[in-house]
């Protein structure tokens, strides 16, 4: 099992706040413990939660920040949603990028094969423009690069 990127800031933020504390994860299980949760959890669980495998459920965290860490209401759940979220827009933005550059390559070959292309966004069979086929011909015609 790897850590899970979207997690491994939130991780990190609740390592530094045991360290902040100057607790062990044993200390800290022990607190958790006694705040009703005996024997749910072990220490390896909390070692999971600080590298990134898993986060621990909400009344859990509520716990920590209230109890035991003393943190502001909301800090590591509100902090877990706000990196999941950056990490899915992170995603999504790699995902256009991807399908731009998808597209750009089929309006290059079609505008180098004389055809027509499947525009995605717009969702219907287009003719590459007069740019899309001078960008085709500089691009089979640079050094370099092999025409077929």
């Keep these: ?81 706000y990196f999941e979220e950056a990490e899915l827009r992170r995603q999504e933005n790699i995902i256009s990028e991807l399908k731009q550059y998808i597209q750009k390559q089929f309006r290059l070959l079609a505008a180098a094969n004389n055809q027509q292309f499947f525009d995605i966004d717009a969702g219907k069979w287009v003719t590459p423009s007069i740019d899309d086929q001078l960008e085709s011909y500089q691009h089979s015609a640079s050094p370099g690069t092999q025409s077929h």
């Design 1 to 81: 099992m790897r850590p899970k990127r979207e997690l491994k800031k939130f991780s990190n933020l609740l390592k530094r706040l045991r360290l902040d504390r100057v607790l062990t994860q044993k200390q800290l299980l022990d607190q958790l413990h006694k705040g009703g949760y005996d024997q749910k959890y072990s220490k390896a669980d909390i070692s999971k939660w600080e590298h990134g495998y898993y986060r621990p459920p909400a009344e859990v965290l509520e716990i920590l920040e209230t109890d035991i860490l003393k943190t502001p209401p909301g800090l590591l759940l509100n902090a877990a949603d």
